[in-house]
């Protein structure tokens, strides 16, 4: 089976900075792209970056460009998202997702087209 699990999530100040760990395992596809997405309560999952097979393909949202870093090492099997600047807004449920489709960035609003989910790291900016 597919897993995903994430960690480094935490309560930081405003302008602070975290990182965030996504170990995947199990994908029996020879690539697949991973995303980040986040939600608030009652509010829709929220897509914030996403990265190919290699490293290729990198998309972000508009909310986090320059501040939020996406990146993999596919010799840990890992994805990372260093989150630099962070504000109140950014406080939410992170998440892991992958998907065996090709990395575009509509990707970041279709989050049905993610098939495997962990099950979020929290990030509190206050």
């Known amino acids: 089976d597919v897993q995903l699990v994430e960690s480094g999530g935490g309560s930081v100040q405003p302008g602070g900075s975290l990182r965030l760990s996504c170990e995947v395992s199990?994908?029996?596809?020879?690539?697949?792209?991973v995303a980040w997405f986040r939600q608030v309560p009652g509010k829709e999952r929220e897509g914030v970056a996403l990265i190919g097979t290699d490293g290729g393909r990198i998309y972000y949202a508009d909310s986090v460009k320059g501040r939020f870093t996406i990146s993999r090492d596919s010799a840990k099997d890992a994805v990372y998202l260093q989150m630099n600047s962070l504000q109140p807004e950014d406080t939410a449920m992170y998440y892991c997702a992958s998907s065996s489709a090709e990395c575009t960035d509509t990707m970041l609003r279709q989050v049905w087209l993610f098939n495997y989910w962990g099950q979020g790291t929290q990030v509190t900016v206050s």
């Open positions: 199990g994908h029996t596809y020879s690539s697949f792209c």
